[in-house]
């Protein structure tokens, strides 16, 4: 099963260890788990907090059982989770794909690479707004694959933010 929902990078990689910590050893609802990520990490929704708890899933840090939403006592690393990330997040793989260790390419470049590859249904469920929000997606995988060592962001300063991969 791949994930499709990307919160923001955060500015270090230790947000992720603390947004572990946030989810309970003992199963909560849905609703508790995503309390307890507002109070902790200061997540400004409910809807952030959501995407929060279903993103460590994808990460393997977070698990829902018959119970509800609990951690998981596999230990945040940046390899593990970029592993994750590559194999559990819909579109990871391909994005970094999609960069060039020696030709640096801007979150647009990228998203017009993976356009056709964008399912029909996710088109049709938002027909106005489907490329904005597939922009929005690769830049954020970007984010996220940069925190987690798979690319770096070359920036001269002039420009939109460019990647390459490591």
């Known amino acids: 099963m791949k994930f499709k929902l990307v919160p923001a990078a955060p500015d270090a990689f230790d947000f ?3 947004a572990q910590r946030a989810v309970p050893l003992v199963p909560g609802t849905e609703d508790d788990c995503c309390a307890r990520l507002m109070d902790r990490l200061d997540l400004p929704s409910r809807d952030v907090a959501r995407t929060w708890l ?3 899933r994808a990460l393997e840090l ?3 059982t018959p119970s509800g939403f609990r951690r998981t006592d596999v230990d ?23 960069l060039d260790t020696d030709d ?4 647009d470049d990228v998203f017009e690479t993976l356009r056709g590859s964008v399912p029909v249904w ?5 027909p106005s707004r489907w490329e904005s929000i597939w922009r929005d997606r690769v830049g954020d995988l970007l984010s996220w694959l940069v925190l ?18 490591r």
């Open 54 to 56: 279903t993103f460590l």
């Open 76 to 98: 945040p690393t940046v390899t593990g989770c970029r592993a994750a990330l590559l194999d559990r997040v819909f579109a990871a793989e391909a994005v970094r794909d999609a």
């Open 16 to 18: 992720v260890e603390r």
């Open 104 to 107: 640096p390419r801007t979150a």
């Open 62 to 64: 977070a698990e829902e």
């Open 122 to 126: 996710e088109r049709h469920k938002n």
């Open 148 to 165: 987690l060592e798979a690319a770096d962001r070359v920036d001269d300063g002039d420009g939109p933010a460019r990647f390459v991969r």
